[in-house]
């Protein structure tokens, strides 16, 4: 046995759900808020951050076992601070859940590499400043678990997507990279891939999403996924699925579709929100 191997072997279980202390980023409105009334039920201890105080506490007043530590992810001191008080109440991170995100849509008429920058900070440079934050905790725990959130916008990269897409596909990458650098020292990495989940994120779409799910199914899939802990963690696998397929198609055929769904909003003035695919217009 090689000394990887046996390195790989030696490894322990992970705890189950009720023995663990998670850290759960983008806790106060949609998959976040339902995700942490989903989990505070079955973990031992849930601390719940986003930059919204009031909406975190109104979710921790419905439960014994969470904690509010309110911060902004793209501000690392803040979630440096919250990590040393969760250091100081608990002592270890068994899983941190880094789902905060944002999403704006770019306007080729109007390129605005402020807006890329402001999305990139958020989703990507936001969920790589919660780990940071968060790695010294999780080498406490038995088996560390971080999970990232990604979306199935990375299967195909659409019209308008260049800001939210691209932050979505940086983050994909940077949990590929992390799972291989941390598999050696027992922390498993996960990524989150949903396809249209009903929030106040895509309450802002005004157009038909499909296969859309409702934030608490989204909460039960990726619970499901957390106990698994497979990296790619997608659903619903009817919508991921297809998106993949066509992600598979040549480049020729791909950019024809891509384009031709660009057009389509350039030549139809009136309705210019009229893209079949998530997360692609406003
Ligand atoms: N809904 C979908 O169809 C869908 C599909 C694929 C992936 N996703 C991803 O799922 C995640 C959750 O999205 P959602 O749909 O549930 O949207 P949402 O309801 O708008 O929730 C976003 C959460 O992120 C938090 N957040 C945003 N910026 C933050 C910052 N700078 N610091 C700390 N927290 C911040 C928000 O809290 P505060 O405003 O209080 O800070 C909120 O709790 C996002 O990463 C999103 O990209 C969503």
Known sequence: MTGKEQTLSTQKKAPPLARQVIWLTGASSGIGEALARALASRCQQLIITARNYKALEAISKDFSNVTVLAADVTKISELHHAATEIQNRFGRIDTLIANAGTCEYLDIDQFDAELIKRVMQTNFFGLVNSIEAALPLLQQSQRGYIAGMSSSVTALAMPRAEAYGASKAATLHFLQSLKADLTASGIDVSAISPGFVKTPLTDRNDFAMPAMISAEQAAQEIIRGLNR????????????????????????????????????????????NNSTFPENRK
């Open 229 to 272: 802990r497979h990296f790619d963690i997608h659903f619903p696998k009817r919508f991921t699925r297809v998106l993949r397929l066509l992600g598979l198609l040549p480049d020729w055929l791909r950019f024809r579709l891509t384009a031709a769904m660009s057009r389509s909003k350039h030549s139809d003035p009136i309705n210019q």
